[in-house]
């Protein structure tokens, strides 16, 4: 069963920092990009918005205007897990954060969803 599996949130200050982690079964990362998207409490459109993209075909990293120069997507391809790392975290931050796969960072189907980690932002 093709799956990714979320980790890492909890409760930060602000400033502080976390490490979420994605982690898939049932097939290879790197074959994909991975998405990390985030749905906020408040969102009035109950969307999940893009925050990072890493491709599969060389890397390459996309951002968020929010999140840029604050988190940093990596993959680690023998651990078959891809991390945001967040750092000066913000109140606006808070959100369930999702991973997702697909086959670009400009591609509409992301899938194999997890179930999100919670990210909450507050002092």
């Known amino acids: 069963q093709v799956q990714l599996l979320e980790s890492g949130g909890g409760l930060v200050q602000p400033g502080g920092s976390l490490r979420l982690s994605c982690a898939a079964s049932g097939f290879t990362l790197d074959d994909y990009a991975i998405g990390w998207f985030r749905q906020a409490p408040d969102n009035p459109d109950n969307e999940r918005k893009g925050?990072?993209?890493?491709?599969?075909?060389?890397?390459?990293?996309f951002y968020a205007d929010s999140v840029k120069g604050r988190f940093t997507i990596s993959r680690d391809n023998a651990k078959n897990t891809v991390y945001l790392q967040m750092n000066s975290l913000k109140p606006e931050d808070t959100a369930v954060y999702y991973c997702a796969a697909d086959k670009s960072c400009a591609g509409r189907d992301f899938h194999s969803w997890g179930q999100g980690t919670q990210v909450t932002v507050s002092p």
């Open positions: 925050v990072s993209c890493i491709s599969s075909s060389d890397g390459t990293t």
